[in-house]
């Protein structure tokens, strides 16, 4: 198994420039997620979906936009590109969240640059 | 408010020697608490996942403990090595929706540790 991949792994930007970013999981998890990680923060939610087909907003949604067509794939869109995404974002996978076996899976992270 | 401190915000050790970082919560209704190890550019990776019965549980040379009536917990780490300087991270699920929305991630601890 792959786990869970994102691509790029890193990107450059100008300011108004949209572009997605991709992640694909093959574990067949049903809860697929995108936070970024900025120094200090620690890690926050954008959205994350529960399900093929359901997407939800979470801590920090504003400037993104995410469908889930599939299972596998949950892919972030930036529609205008500003400085303040300027960030790490991650992909997480999981079977749940509930149970002690649930483990979420990280993706191994794209770094973005907004100039 | 639902929240989740650590402490300290780094520690540096010498190669052997053993720590402990702390995590306090306030969440509310408890579900279940993860400690998380973040290599330098790199994804999260699970270490523990502790449920409300749970006061200890052991991965290799990293012990997690749980104390569910003070709401803290701690992440032991016994004759730290060179591989161990990571940021770890405590997050705590909350509520009964098990949903990625019920995460509630800590700011995480920077270790580092000297040869």
């Known amino acids: 198994n792959a786990g869970v991949t994102q691509t790029p792994k890193f990107q450059v930007l100008k300011t108004g420039q949209s572009m997605t970013l991709q992640c694909a999981q093959d574990?067949?998890?049903?809860?697929m997620s995108w936070y970024r990680q900025d120094p200090g923060m620690g890690l926050r939610l954008i959205h994350y979906?529960?399900?093929?087909?359901?997407?939800d907003q979470g801590e920090v949604p504003n400037g993104y936009n995410v469908s889930r067509s599939t299972t596998e794939d949950f892919p972030l869109r930036l529609l205008s590109a500003a400085p303040s995404q300027t960030s790490v974002y991650f992909c997480?996978?999981?079977?749940?969240?509930?149970?002690?076996?649930?483990?979420?899976?990280f993706g191994p992270g794209t770094r973005l640059t907004v100039l | 408010k639902n929240q989740v401190e650590q402490s300290p915000q780094s520690l540096i050790i010498l190669e052997g020697k053993n720590c402990t970082l702390q995590?306090?919560?306030?969440?509310?209704?408890?579900?279940?608490l993860r400690w998380y190890k973040q290599d330098t550019g790199r994804g999260p990776v699970s270490l523990t996942i502790?449920?409300?019965?749970?006061n200890t549980k052991s991965n290799g040379r990293y012990t997690a403990t749980l104390d569910a009536d003070t709401k803290q917990s701690s992440l032991h780490i016994t004759a730290s090595q060179l591989s161990d300087s990571a940021s770890y991270i405590c997050?705590?699920?909350?509520?009964?929706?098990?949903?990625?929305?019920?995460?509630?991630f800590g700011k995480g601890t920077k270790l580092s540790v000297k040869p």
């Open positions: 997050v705590v699920s909350r509520g009964y929706g098990g949903s990625q929305g019920n995460l509630i």
């Open positions: 979906s529960v399900g093929a087909g359901i997407t």
């Open positions: 995590c306090n919560y306030t969440v509310s209704p408890f579900s279940n």
């Open positions: 502790m449920t409300f019965s749970e």
């Open positions: 574990m067949n998890h049903e809860y």
């Open positions: 997480a996978s999981s079977s749940g969240f509930r149970k002690r076996n649930n483990e979420q899976f």
